[in-house]
T-cell receptor, first 114, second 115 residues
Framework: DAKTTQPNSMESNEEEPVHLPCNHS???????IHWYRQLPSQGPEYVIH???SNVNNRMASLAIAEDRKSSTLILHRATLRDAAVYYC???????????????FGQGTILTVHP | GAGVSQTPSNKVTEKGKYVELRCDPI?????LYWYRQSLGQGPEFLIY????????DSGLPNDRFFAVRPEGSVSTLKIQRTERGDSAVYLC?????????????FGPGTRLTVL
């Protein structure tokens, strides 16, 4: 799976938007961009994923650059509950040899201040 | 509905002992994954089951680690002759239907401490 690069940490204030960047310059055509987050003392949870077009769901939005070499996870109004480690993961969802396994990096630690 | 559950939540053992960690996936999920997470690191893939068979065990670090899923539901990760370096949180995840396209749902993990 292709490698992703994320900042080690970011900070935000409650009720403000947060933009979490991810670089993936070696992304291949069949790689989907997945975001998971891990709250303290819990297992990771799915946030959002996309291929080329921007995506929105109840948790967040995903903005994907036109060349797909970078993406940004957007939390529109951060809450204290959004404090977590956010992982940007590329996965070949075209049915290749990945068998769906997720390759996690170190992620971005998001701190939300009241 | 019920999510992925893992037991025990914490396990403390002595170096050289044998341990078993259990995972109950979401009902009906055919794909099951084990990951290991060391302190300050992201989870690391260990093994993947599709049904009863291990389709990919390339992440198991050595032959002291073994996992089974005899009836295609519950899975057990077994570690023989534990070493202090095995201390970590062991995470289990499951997904439905086509694993390469589906969301993985993670359990809370089992924290293993080898003294």
């Amino acid at each position: 799976d292709a490698k992703t690069t994320q900042p080690n940490s970011m900070e935000s204030n409650e009720e403000e938007p947060v933009h979490l960047p991810c670089n993936h310059s070696t992304i291949s055509g069949t790689d989907y961009i997945h975001w998971y987050r891990q709250l303290p003392s819990q297992g990771p949870e799915y946030v959002i994923h996309g291929l080329t077009s921007n995506v929105n769901n109840r948790m967040a939005s995903l903005a994907i650059a036109e060349d797909r070499k970078s993406s940004t996870l957007i939390l529109h109004r951060a809450t204290l509950r959004d404090a977590a480690v956010y992982y940007c993961i590329l996965r070949d969802d075209a049915g290749g040899t990945s068998y769906g396994k997720l390759t996690f990096g170190q992620g971005t630690i998001l701190t939300v201040h009241p | 509905g019920a999510g992925v559950s893992q037991t025990p939540s914490n396990k403390v053992t002595e170096k050289g002992k044998y341990v078993e960690l259990r995972c109950d996936p979401i009902s009906g999920h055919t794909a099951l994954y084990w990951y290991r997470q060391s302190l300050g690191q992201g989870p690391e893939f260990l093994i993947y089951f599709q049904g009863t068979g291990a389709a990919d065990d390339s992440g198991l670090p050595n032959d002291r680690f073994f996992a089974v899923r005899p009836e295609g539901s519950v899975s057990t990760l077994k570690i023989q002759r534990t070493e202090r370096g095995d201390s970590a949180v062991y995470l289990c995840a499951s997904s439905a239907r086509t694993p390469s396209k589906d969301t993985q749902y993670f359990g809370p993990g089992t924290r293993l401490t080898v003294l």
